[in-house]
């Protein structure tokens, strides 16, 4: 009896170091993520703010989309997510309004993948205004109320806006996802230790955003 009691206590502890080996490692910060240096205020109340750096023309953005928009859409209520279309160079100021204007609209999150794919898929550049307003139109946005936000203070402000708040986060590369204005990561951020491909970079960040998430919750208690 008193054998197999031994053998049954050397099987739990053998068991116990096989899930503590399976179990993911906490992400560290300065590896998976960074602490910003200065925490930047958020507007978020109780819930947890999570502002994603993007653009239009990045291919990497195009790719991460997908997993991003189902991790944001499985978190719901817990987080308020927002997206900063990155100012670059002067062609891609006009999908850089696009966004702004797709969002002061609150069609951005039912057209965000429309866009991408015109880019990426279909080949059509939205790098002009006439092209813009052409895709606009195509996808039964009305063309007025289109042209008059375009064009509106509004959507001028928020392009001033983001070259504000890459030099306040100090953005450098997309995409890059900032949690509770303090805490930053990437899919390259995330998964350059481990990740052998782009997908498995995405799934890496989306672990450490999970993380990111509930350690800011629970420093908000």
Known sequence: MQVLKNFLAALALFSAAIGAAASPAEPK??????VLPSAQPTDAGKKI????FFAYWCPHCYSFEPALAAWVKKQGDNIVFKRVHVPFREDTIPQQKLYFTLDAMGLADKLQSKVFDAIHVERNRLNSDALVIAWAEKNGIDKAKFLD????????GKLRRATAMMDLYKIEFWPVVIVD??????????????????????QAAIQVLDFLVDKARAEKK
């Open 149 to 156: 936000t375009y064009n509106s203070f509004g959507v001028t």
């Open 181 to 202: 204005g303090r805490f930053q990561t990437s899919p390259h951020q995330a998964g350059s230790a481990t990740a052998k491909t782009e997908g498995e970079q995405q």
């Open 29 to 34: 910060a300065g590896a998976e993520y960074i």
């Open 49 to 52: 703010e999570v502002i994603e």
